[in-house]
């Protein structure tokens, strides 16, 4: 990864994001003028509210943070849309103009760079991770699922109240305020899923596929490159989209598998493993890494 990419990584998200009330209020405006007093004044606090949030997670970069702007700039994105269909008058240039700088916004939150320098934001020393790609099911549909849970767990009940539908309104607030908790844990996990190196060596962290972390000592890495196919390694990847990596060991180490979802409290029997897969999001990045702290990149 170059130093560009670096910078733009950690300060895109944030200067972006800033800009939104600027660019995109009017937009807002626009859309709340038929509304109600008080449904304005609901929506306007939550607006604000949600970009105060965003800006403080996209100034200070970590884990949390970037499960909370990958949440927070597609739901910007989505408001947007809301309020271009919406417009009294139809969509002008206000409209177009926040559309614009809220698909900036998403694809920016939601690319490889920006995930690569958030979850270094909380790494220890001379730590480097690197994210690891979803499931590859879990792109399909789940993922989105949560993620539109999450929102409207959040902000349909408040605009009720703000509407005077009190008892669906309360409802549906206490409700979707648990939805939106559990959707948020949910999202939460996909944010601390990687590959760390570390003076000692390499460590694979994975809940969807490990119960603990798999740490491999330097002196005990054989290898590292791109899957072979036919290969007999175990497949740790949880079905994720793209190229897979292979760690070869230099002698055979235990693993402890995650239980099965339908299972959590399934007794997990140790698995001896001579070489592991996984998936990185950018596997150049995992090789670059690799070559840096002179481990054998095959």
Known sequence: MTSASRTFGRWAPALIWVTLPFIAGPSFGHALDPRSGDVQLVASLGLWGFWAIGLAAALV????????????????????????????????????VAMAIASLSAVVSLSAVVGDRFVNGSSYGDERRLPLRPPGVLTLGPIQIAWVLAVAGMITGPLLLGAHVWTAGIAITVVGFVVAAASIRILHQLSKRWVVFVPAGMVLVDQMALTDGMLTQRHRIASVGPAVEGTDATDLTVGALGLALQLTLTEPDDIIPAPPRRDRKAIITPVEVRSVLFTPSRPGWVLDEAKRRRLVVS
């Not at 970590?62 to 849309?81: D, E, F, W």
């Open 61 to 96: 970069p970590s884990t949390v943070s970037l499960t909370t702007i990958r949440i927070l700039a597609p739901a910007a994105l989505a408001a947007a849309a809301w309020a271009a269909v919406v417009a009294p008058d139809g969509a002008d240039t206000a409209e177009s």
